[in-house]
């Protein structure tokens, strides 16, 4: 079992969509929680941390479940350009504190 | 300001051949960390450096070996290269040293491709 669970679509939605993404983790000892975007052929680049509360910024919201390890992200008001793939990471806060990424879930915006 | 700079951007080696790849950091970040992306799968943490230390290691074989220099740029070295090892190699820099809840991300380069033939 992978320890970052993600649905590798791909997602096909019409500009102004509402889309939501789901991610699951199995290590209870992680501890931060990102979302990155990876356009193709190109780096990673962070889009938003993830905080128990919820947080939100501009269309995008996350949420994170602790007890059910599991970790959303939701894009309002869909534009062609949030085209990509959209990584979700978790990290434990000790140790090596490395990066584990999900294999990412692409989403084409279509207009 | 600079991002982190890696180089060359792409590769082309033989299999049994060795590479080395180079990564700049962040003015002012100390820790590098590396990692491989293969086509399809997210990136797989390979390395993590700060202050020229190794502070970690992911499941890769000893053919795969790094070093962080006291400017705080990184080499990382691959040994025989194998098919399998074609890929994006990732260079990340962050602040760290690790705190306690660190909720910063990391910075990713655009990375070098390698294509082994």
């Known amino acids: 079992r992978k320890e970052v669970e993600q649905d590798p679509g791909p997602f096909n939605v019409p500009e102004g969509a509402t889309v939501a993404f789901n991610c699951t983790y199995s290590?209870?000892?992680?501890?931060?929680f990102f979302w990155y975007r990876q356009d193709c052929r190109k780096e990673p680049k962070l889009l938003m941390s993830?905080?128990?509360s919820g947080n939100e910024d501009g269309r995008f919201t996350a949420q994170l479940n602790r007890a059910s390890q599991y970790i959303s992200l939701l894009i309002r008001d869909s534009k062609l350009s949030d085209s990509a793939t959209y990584l979700c990471?978790?990290?434990?806060?000790?140790?090596?504190?490395?990066?584990?990424f999900g294999s990412g879930t692409r989403l084409q915006v279509q207009p | 300001d600079a991002g982190v700079t890696q180089s060359p951007t792409h590769l082309i080696k033989t299999r049994g051949q060795q590479v080395t790849l180079r990564c700049s950091p962040i003015?002012?970040?100390?820790?590098v960390s590396w990692y491989q992306q293969v086509l399809g799968q997210g990136p797989q943490f390979i390395f993590q450096?700060?202050?020229?230390?190794?502070?970690g290691r992911g499941n890769f074989p000893d053919r795969f070996s790094a070093r962080q220099f006291p400017n705080y740029s990184s080499e990382l070295n691959v040994n025989a290269l194998l098919l399998g090892d074609s890929a994006l190699y990732l260079c990340?820099?962050?602040?760290?040293?690790?705190?306690?809840?660190?909720?910063?991300?990391?910075?990713f380069g655009s990375g070098t491709r390698l294509t082994v033939v």
């Open positions: 990340a820099s962050s602040l760290s040293p690790p705190r306690d809840r660190d909720i910063y991300g990391y910075t």
């Open positions: 290590n209870s000892a992680s501890q931060s």
């Open positions: 993830v905080y128990s």
């Open positions: 990471v978790v990290r434990e806060d000790t140790g090596r504190r490395a990066l584990t």
């Open positions: 003015s002012g970040h100390k820790s």
């Open positions: 450096y700060y202050e020229k230390e190794e502070r």
